[in-house]
């Protein structure tokens, strides 16, 4: 199993970073069929070979996700799109 653990700054309001988030999680689980659900001040998220949260922190945003086998093949992938819609997101 793989393990992908990125943390992004961020300098929104919490309203405005759940807002955000909420918009990146529409974004995952079209691409990568996820579920999700809040629980506090984090986003859990599962799907087929992944399984994770998007975690709301003052000034910043930690997502931690364990991929199975098939989709830690293509973590650098995973990876990248996280960054890219974090940065499209939350700048």
Not at 9 to 19: K, N, P
Not at 78 to 90: A, D, P
């Amino acid at each position: 199993m793989s393990r992908i653990d990125i943390r992004h700054d961020h300098t929104l309001s919490t309203e405005a970073a759940r807002d955000a988030i909420e918009a990146m999680a529409a974004k995952l689980t079209d691409k990568f069929s996820l579920k999700t659900q809040w629980d506090g001040d984090a986003l859990a998220f599962n799907g087929s070979g992944v399984n994770g949260q998007i975690e709301l922190l003052a000034h910043q945003v930690r997502v931690v996700a364990d991929l199975g086998f098939p989709v830690s093949m293509m973590k650098g992938m995973v990876e990248g799109e996280i960054q890219r819609v974090l940065q499209e997101k939350l700048a």
